[in-house]
């Protein structure tokens, strides 16, 4: 006669729990709002990635781009100085972008003024310590997991990125459409509008070229009509896929598995800030900010 198998309810409640969030993706974890008000539920599903097809398992993202108060707070946890110093912000290259770009330099990641704007200027490693940190900070907090499960935190993949950005329709943009505008002629994402003043045509070649001559440096990115001149705060647009913001434009966002970044910046022309869009990461630049993704597992 065979010996029944009991489980113990907590590990019977867990494995529930997992194969729930795992294979039922229109009915995720009941969490708190201490964690739902900060990040989204992206459901398994598979995603087109340049001509391949790739599973996708379901995971939490971040709402919004990484701030810059986000990041201070993460910088004045750390007590050693060396990783204060490791993981600060440059500021360079507000100097080289603008010609009055001092006081962006000194405050655009200090100042109260700029404290929901994207954190820029700072290097993949700083961005996978600032994961580490947002995952021991969350599991020293009750977000209604059981006690056998935590949230674990990095960058996200390409496949990944693109399958939150992309939602469940395969379109360019994350609102769902192959425009930049809404029906009322407002611009969806905060990117390099490039006007038809900037626009010419080579008679020899019969090519149409941006004359970059009438883009000076204070005004390569065009006022959109949140009068940005660069970037936008992190909740300045609608949400779209998954209740996710500003997956397009704003800054580019780095990857897990690459030396790039996805989805443009507030310098990208619009065919540039699509969902596959990709730009070049190899250091901090100010075009490049981060997005946290979580993944359920087991506690160790």
Same mark, same amino acid.
């Given at each position: 006669?065979?010996?029944?198998?009991?489980?113990?309810?907590?590990?019977?409640?867990?494995?529930?729990?997992?194969? $729930?969030?795992?294979?039922?993706?229109?009915?995720?974890?009941?969490?708190?709002?201490?964690?739902?008000?900060?990040?989204?539920?992206?459901?398994?599903?598979?995603?087109?990635?340049?001509?391949?097809?790739?599973?996708?398992?379901?995971?939490?993202?971040?709402?919004?781009?990484?701030?810059?108060?986000?990041?201070?707070?993460?910088?004045?946890?750390?007590?050693?100085?060396?990783?204060?110093?490791?993981?600060?912000?440059?500021?360079?290259?507000?100097?080289?972008?603008?010609?009055?770009?001092?006081?962006?330099?000194?405050?655009?990641?200090?100042?109260?003024?700029?404290?929901?704007?994207?954190?820029?200027?700072?290097?993949?490693?700083?961005?996978?310590?600032?994961?580490?940190?947002?995952?021991?900070?969350?599991?020293?907090?009750?977000?209604?997991?059981?006690?056998?499960?935590?949230?674990?935190?990095?960058?996200?993949?390409?496949?990944?990125?693109?399958? $939150?950005?992309?939602?469940?329709?395969?379109?360019?943009?994350?609102?769902?459409?192959?425009?930049?505008?809404?029906?009322?002629?407002?611009?969806?994402?905060?990117?390099? $509008?490039?006007?038809?003043?900037?626009?010419?045509?080579?008679?020899?070649?019969?090519?149409?070229?941006?004359?970059?001559?009438?883009?000076?440096?204070?005004?390569?990115?065009?006022?959109?009509?949140?009068?940005?001149?660069?970037?936008?705060?992190?909740?300045?647009?609608?949400?779209?896929?998954?209740?996710?913001?500003?997956?397009?434009?704003?800054?580019?966002?780095?990857?897990?598995?690459?030396?790039?970044?996805?989805?443009?910046?507030?310098?990208?022309?619009?065919?540039?800030?699509?969902?596959?869009?990709?730009?070049?990461?190899?250091?901090?630049?100010?075009?490049?900010?981060?997005?946290?993704?979580?993944?359920?597992?087991?506690?160790?």
């Amino acid at each position: 006669m065979k010996k029944k198998v009991i489980f113990p309810m907590a590990l019977l409640c867990l494995f529930i729990a997992l194969a $729930a969030f795992k294979e039922n993706p229109k009915k995720p974890l009941k969490l708190k709002k201490v964690f739902t008000n900060s990040f989204s539920y992206v459901p398994n599903g598979t995603v087109s990635v340049d001509e391949a097809s790739t599973k996708v398992s379901a995971f939490f993202m971040s709402k919004t781009e990484v701030s810059n108060a986000e990041y201070r707070e993460f910088l004045n946890s750390l007590v050693d100085e060396n990783l204060k110093e490791r993981y600060s912000v440059k500021t360079e290259e507000w100097l080289e972008a603008f010609k009055s770009g001092e006081p962006l330099a000194e405050h655009y990641f200090s100042h109260e003024t700029y404290s929901s704007y994207p954190v820029m200027n700072i290097t993949k490693e700083s961005a996978e310590a600032y994961c580490n940190w947002l995952t021991e900070r969350y599991a020293s907090m009750d977000i209604g997991l059981e006690e056998d499960m935590r949230i674990v935190f990095r960058l996200p993949t390409r496949a990944e990125w693109v399958r $939150a950005a992309m939602g469940e329709k395969a379109a360019p943009y994350s609102w769902g459409t192959k425009y930049l505008r809404n029906t009322k002629g407002i611009y969806l994402a905060n990117f390099n $509008a490039i006007g038809s003043e900037h626009i010419h045509k080579n008679q020899e070649t019969g090519e149409f070229e941006i004359v970059s001559s009438a883009l000076t440096s204070d005004t390569a990115s065009i006022i959109q009509n949140d009068m940005a001149i660069y970037t936008a705060p992190v909740n300045d647009y609608a949400a779209h896929s998954y209740g996710l913001m500003q997956m397009n434009g704003n800054v580019a966002e780095m990857l897990a598995d690459s030396d790039q970044a996805a989805g443009g910046s507030w310098r990208s022309p619009g065919y540039d800030i699509r969902n596959e869009s990709l730009i070049p990461f190899e250091e901090a630049s100010l075009e490049v900010g981060f997005r946290p993704i979580g993944i359920l597992t087991e506690k160790q």
